[in-house]
Nanobody, 117 residues
Framework: QVQVVESGGGLVQPGGSLRLSCTAS????????MGWYRQAPGKQRELVAS???????NMNDSVKGRFTISRDGAKNTAYLRMDNLQPTDTAVYYC???????????WGQGAQVTVSL
């Protein structure tokens, strides 16, 4: 069973930057779909960005132009570079993986991102 481990996150001031990393393990194959969700207090979990092994990227409109998703296919690792962070970006960020048909929802422990003065 594929498992994911997130790293990165932390506390940053508005306008600052952070990078999250996610590594998927437990498979000898390239994971097709990797992405990031986030959940703010009192809100539903939402998709932030996703990337496939053949390079297709999907970004939430709220982060377009500020966040960048990339991956190292050989390592089944995905990265989320977050620039110009705003207080509304404060949330726990979760990595997720999937195949051509669906997300697997094999959530990791999450990475807390807090944007505050």
């Amino acid at each position: 069973q594929v498992q994911v481990v997130e790293s990165g996150g932390g506390l940053v001031q508005p306008g600052g930057s952070l990078r999250l990393s996610c590594t998927a393990s437990g498979t000898a194959y390239t994971v097709y779909l990797m992405g990031w969700y986030r959940q703010a207090p009192g809100k539903q979990r939402e998709l932030v960005a996703s990337i496939t092994s053949d390079g297709n990227i999907n970004m939430n409109d709220s982060v377009k132009g500020r966040f960048t998703i990339s991956r190292d296919g050989a390592k089944n690792t995905a990265y989320l570079r977050m620039d110009n962070l705003q207080p509304t970006d404060t949330a726990v960020y979760y990595c997720n993986t999937g195949d051509h048909l669906r997300w697997w929802d094999n959530w990791g422990q999450g990475a807390q991102v807090t944007v505050s003065l």
